[in-house]
């Protein structure tokens, strides 16, 4: 019906046994007598009925059955002979055959019962042997036995793809392992029919496929090397134009300033008869290097006090801005002897003048902040991943002098600042050209942000941020940066410097905080939170950093650990160093005295003895009782 074109050649057919099978009635020559078969007239459906003998094997070449060897298809096929012209009919999965180096024989018995006990279809069938042979000799396989049910099977896929693979050889093979193995030895291909053309396709592929692939590295690395090219030439350009500007704003700085002396000079007969007020900033003039190396800086800048004498022309005012504050007996001081210049011109003590609103002494509020600013500022943009910092003031403990402010947060120009990092990239951002915009931005904002979002931690001591910035800023303190994970664990570590030079780990703990992340409530030990093994490394490179600043004794060391968001590694960080005896260790070796343990620090483990109860010892019985006779 597919060869007439009654049925799609794309519809899948379901071959399914008939319940009763077909079979062709046997002919009989006249000669022969008529023989009524001894079997019950009512056979089982289990057991398949006999199957008549076609051929006659001579005893000399007779071999076993089952047995598919290359020999039984050319050497004992001249010993067979045909004892009669019917063939009976065999069940489906009686009808296999073998395949002896990719050609059928079509003379032999099981093929021609094959073939025609299925010649309906022959037409696919034969379409689809045609493609196992040309595998088969393709391949150099000698011998395959096809199982002729799985053959029948594959019809309805081989018609949809017309294509065969190995693995719909393999489903038809009687022996499939074997195939496989022979199919996958190396150069099998090239042993069968066409295998030096094959092998010479493949060679030329190969060294195409090497050629191409080596072109295609190089021209890869040469894209890459005009790539990197072009970033060069562009932060060149950038950096041009940026030196340009800053020529051409520092030329009109200049062009200001000349501009400005001139209009100074041609006023200056006008000016110095008219009033005016002259505001002096004191400044020896001196660069940064050597204003670091002098003693007393401020003292020696205060010199030019001096120019308060202005005040002798009678049409001047004085401000006078000074660096460092000054205390009211020095202001005093300075008022009187300013006062004293009437009197020395009329020789009467009594004639002093009070002369302060002639001059002004300023001390800004915000002298020592812009330092403050700068160093914080720079902190900020060297490290763009923290979100919080926090202040702590020097000489202060248990989180009584920390505050801290969320300052990436509430940056307007964070997003800005992020952009201009990224365009940059790591090396070029280090660069002090590179962040100076961004630097400058930041210092804008960074007073007003400390001023409305800082905290302290001690609300008690330091209700607001100003107190607490006057303590800072007095007693001096450290910025640090507080880890940008959600969660983490901070570790306190006691240890000993001897006089001898010995170091030793006493103690190590785990705290945790009941009053706020900054204050410790107390500790478990030993500490699990960090590899024992790393966190003893890490305390002895910081015991021998305090040993070779002749630090002796007991003292304490605070850590954080977390685990990091970009490197999803677990980070240590130490935050604190205490040169005291601390309350851990002295409940450490409280614990360890009472419970006779002991305190492994390098393998943090802590270890207590059971108590073993004594047992009570029998009274030893009496074996004489002298009792008094009053008799």
């Known amino acids: 019906m597919i060869e007439r074109g009654l049925i799609p050649p794309t519809a899948r057919i379901a071959f399914q046994n008939p319940p009763i099978i077909p079979r062709a009635a046997p002919l009989h020559n006249f000669d022969e007598a008529h023989k009524i078969p001894a079997a019950a007239p009512f056979a089982t459906t289990q057991k398949p009925q006999p199957i008549p003998e076609e051929v006659k094997i001579s005893p000399k070449n007779q071999r076993s059955k089952g047995k598919c060897k290359r020999s039984r298809g050319h050497h004992d096929r001249k010993s067979m002979e045909v004892t009669s012209p019917s063939r009976a009919l065999k069940s489906p999965w009686d009808y296999d055959f073998v395949i002896y ?19 309906l279809s022959w037409g696919s069938i034969f379409s689809l042997l045609e493609h196992i042979e040309k595998f088969l000799r393709d391949y150099a396989i000698p011998e395959v036995k096809i199982k002729g049910d799985s053959l029948v099977a594959l019809l309805p896929e081989f018609e949809l793809k017309n294509k065969l693979t190995k693995y719909d050889l393999l489903s038809v093979s009687e022996n499939p392992l074997h195939i496989q193995m022979m199919l996958n030895l190396p150069g099998q291909r090239y042993k069968g029919q066409g295998g030096k053309l094959k092998a010479a396709c493949k060679i030329q592929a190969t060294w195409k496929g090497y050629r191409e692939r080596k072109f295609f590295l190089k021209f890869r690395q040469q894209k890459w090397a005009s790539g990197v090219i072009a970033i060069a030439w562009l932060l060149h350009c950038h950096k041009t134009r940026l030196k340009k500007i800053l020529k051409e704003s520092r030329e009109r700085h ?43 800086f401020n003292t020696e800048q205060n010199m030019q006090l001096g120019r308060l004498c202005d005040i002798l022309d009678a049409n001047v005012s004085v401000i006078y801005i000074c660096s460092h504050q000054m205390n009211d007996e020095l202001l005093l001081y300075y008022n009187k002897i300013l006062s004293l210049q009437a009197a020395v011109k009329s020789g009467n003590l009594e004639d002093r003048s009070d002369l302060q609103d002639r001059f002004k002494i300023i001390t800004p509020e915000a002298i020592n902040i812009f330092t403050m600013i700068e160093q914080l500022s720079q902190l900020i943009i060297d490290h763009l991943e923290i979100q919080r910092w926090l202040f702590k003031i020097d000489y202060e403990f248990g989180g009584n002098g920390t505050a801290f402010c969320d300052i990436l947060s509430h940056l307007k120009c964070r997003k800005w600042v992020l952009r201009e990092s990224s365009k940059y990239g790591r090396e070029d951002w280090n660069k002090k050209w590179a962040q100076e915009p ?13 001023a409305q979002h800082a905290q302290p931690v001690n609300e008690k001591r330091f209700p607001t941020w100003r107190k607490f910035l006057h303590t800072f800023l007095s007693q001096g303190g ?24 010995e170091i030793s780990v006493l103690s190590t703990g785990d705290q945790f905080h009941a009053d706020g992340p900054f204050i410790s409530s107390g500790t478990t030990i030993p500490q699990t939170s960090v590899d024992p093994q790393v966190l003893s490394s890490l305390c002895l490179q910081i015991g021998n950093s305090c040993k070779m600043r002749n630090v002796v004794g007991y003292f304490s060391i605070d850590l954080v650990t977390f685990i990091d968001p970009s490197t999803m590694e677990q980070q240590v960080w130490a935050t604190g160093l205490d040169l005291a005896y601390s309350d851990q260790l002295a409940l450490t070796q409280l614990t360890l005295y009472l419970t006779n343990g002991h305190l492994d620090c390098s393998f943090s ?18 074996t004489a009782l002298s009792v008094p006779n009053n008799r």
């Open 101 to 119: 180096n990719g050609i059928i024989d079509k003379t032999a018995p099981d093929f021609l019962a094959f073939k025609e006990h299925f010649s």
């Open 254 to 296: 200049l062009q200001n300033f000349r501009i400005r002396a001139k209009h100074l000079a041609a006023n200056w007969n006008r000016i110095r008869t008219s009033r005016r007020t002259i505001i002096h900033i004191p400044s020896l003039g001196y660069s940064q290097p050597v204003r670091q190396n002098i003693a007393d």
């Open 438 to 450: 961004a630097l400058v931005k930041i210092s804008e904002e960074l007073a007003g942000i400390l």
């Open 478 to 501: 450290v910025f640090e940066a507080y880890p940008p994970a959600e969660s983490i664990t901070n570790l306190t570590v006691d240890m000993l410097i001897e006089p001898n030079g």
């Open 605 to 622: 483990t802590l270890k207590v003895p059971r108590f073993a109860p004594k047992k009570k010892k029998k009274m030893s019985r009496l």
